[in-house]
């Protein structure tokens, strides 16, 4: 059983690291009409719930998947800060932005399934239950620094 989980994380390695290289060799780029940010997942897809509750061991698989498949571009906290993402455009979205969080995942789900350049389509590179694993180890990443000022206490500086 362990040789069979070694094997496969490096298989998933090698796989992650010939991305990787594909998106530094290539110096890939956004070249698509609408602008990267309004990447909207179909309503259907909003709809679909998670089939794999979030548990311990789940969220700990997730990051094993997460940590093969996407911190080369998102970065260890999902800031989008990953090593790879010096040489992507548009750069990597940050995992942790609320903006993201508030998707739900099903909406989550689509984009990985489906992928958008420089992103590649991880519909046939993860199983259906890693997607949606990784999802959830997503959920558990701390949330970006508000930019909103503090609020002053009432009555005073």
């Known amino acids: 059983m362990n040789t069979y989980r070694s094997r496969q994380r490096m298989r998933r390695w090698f796989a992650a690291a010939g991305v990787l290289s594909f998106f530094i060799a290539a110096g890939v780029s956004y070249s698509g009409d609408a602008p990267p940010d ?52 548009p750069p990597p979205k940050d995992l942790s932005n609320p903006q993201i969080a508030s998707q739900t995942d099903g909406e989550l789900f689509w984009k990985v399934s489906q992928g958008k350049r420089p992103m590649p389509t991880y519909e046939k590179l993860l199983s259906e239950t890693d997607r949606w694993t990784v999802i959830d180890y997503v959920r558990t990443l701390e949330p970006a620094a508000s930019t909103q000022p503090a609020t002053q206490p009432a009555g005073g500086q």
């Open 38 to 89: 309004d990447w909207k997942a179909p309503g259907y897809a909003a709809r679909k719930q998670n089939p794999v509750p979030a548990s311990a061991d789940v969220i700990a698989a997730g990051k094993v998947i997460y940590t093969s498949n996407c911190l080369a571009c998102h970065g260890p906290a999902g800031k989008g800060d990953g090593p790879a993402a010096i040489a992507i455009t």
